[in-house]
């Protein structure tokens, strides 16, 4: 199967899932902390036995593996913590609109460390979604309900999930630091990080 080809279907499903996650959240009814702490434990036993079934866990790493697929760890925790926090403020379906900005960041990191060219094309598009975005987020928490006014819990909750899509580049940018190295190794050593991260809590 061609790569552009496979990597659409991944995406797709990637999508897919996460579009699911929102919902999980608010119907487990337990504190954002919680959630994600066993969110990472969860992934992290399942994780363990899949590298250990496909033989990944026998091939050495090195200290700057380790601390670069942390650093993306502690992105993507901090992603998860703001971006489940910012479903009760701002909703889900308004929440996940605004963290949908990851692609304008990525694109922008992409032109400032990796030197991609950002063509006419490129930018077109990214200015018709971004304010497809603005116009969603505008409409507010209550739309069709007659009321206008949106409280500082929403623009929190906004800028929450503004700052998840923040930190999901960020961990995107540093796992692309990590060519070679398997994706199922990567997500172990991340959920890894988060159950140190989050356990004191």
């Given at each position: 199967?061609?790569n552009?080809?496979?990597?659409t279907?991944?995406?797709?499903a990637a999508?897919?899932?996460?579009?699911?996650?929102g919902?999980?959240?608010?119907?487990?009814g337990?504190?954002?902390?919680?959630?994600v702490?066993?969110?990472?434990a969860?992934?992290a036993?399942?994780?363990l036995?899949?590298?250990a079934?496909?033989?990944?866990?026998?091939?050495?790493?090195?200290?700057?593996?380790l601390?670069i697929?942390?650093i993306?760890?502690?992105?993507?925790?901090?992603?998860w913590?703001l971006l489940?926090?910012a479903?009760?403020?701002?909703?889900?379906?308004?929440a996940?609109a605004?963290?949908?900005?990851?692609?304008?960041m990525?694109?922008?990191f992409?032109?400032?460390?990796?030197?991609?060219?950002?063509?006419?094309?490129?930018l077109?598009w990214?200015?018709i979604a971004?304010?497809g975005?603005?116009?969603?987020v505008?409409?507010?928490?209550?739309?069709g309900?007659?009321?206008?006014?949106i409280?500082i819990?929403y623009?929190i909750?906004?800028?929450?999930?503004l700052g998840?899509?923040?930190f999901?580049?960020?961990?995107?940018i540093?796992t692309?630091?990590?060519?070679?190295?398997?994706?199922?190794?990567i997500a172990?050593?991340q959920v890894?990080?988060g159950?140190?991260?989050?356990?004191?809590?």
């Amino acid at each position: 199967m061609d790569n552009t080809v496979r990597g659409t279907i991944e995406m797709t499903a990637a999508m897919t899932i996460i579009g699911t996650i929102g919902w999980f959240v608010v119907m487990s009814g337990q504190p954002v902390m919680d959630v994600v702490f066993w969110r990472c434990a969860f992934g992290a036993v399942a994780l363990l036995i899949t590298c250990a079934a496909l033989g990944l866990l026998r091939g050495r790493l090195t200290l700057r593996i380790l601390a670069i697929a942390a650093i993306g760890g502690a992105a993507i925790v901090i992603n998860w913590l703001l971006l489940f926090s910012a479903f009760s403020r701002a909703s889900i379906s308004i929440a996940t609109a605004v963290y949908n900005t990851q692609p304008f960041m990525l694109v922008g990191f992409g032109a400032l460390f990796f030197g991609e060219r950002l063509t006419l094309t490129k930018l077109t598009w990214l200015g018709i979604a971004f304010a497809g975005m603005l116009l969603i987020v505008q409409t507010g928490p209550d739309a069709g309900s007659g009321s206008s006014t949106i409280g500082i819990d929403y623009v929190i909750g906004i800028a929450m999930a503004l700052g998840a899509a923040f930190f999901w580049a960020v961990a995107a940018i540093v796992t692309k630091k990590l060519n070679g190295i398997a994706p199922h190794l990567i997500a172990l050593i991340q959920v890894c990080v988060g159950v140190v991260m989050l356990a004191p809590f």
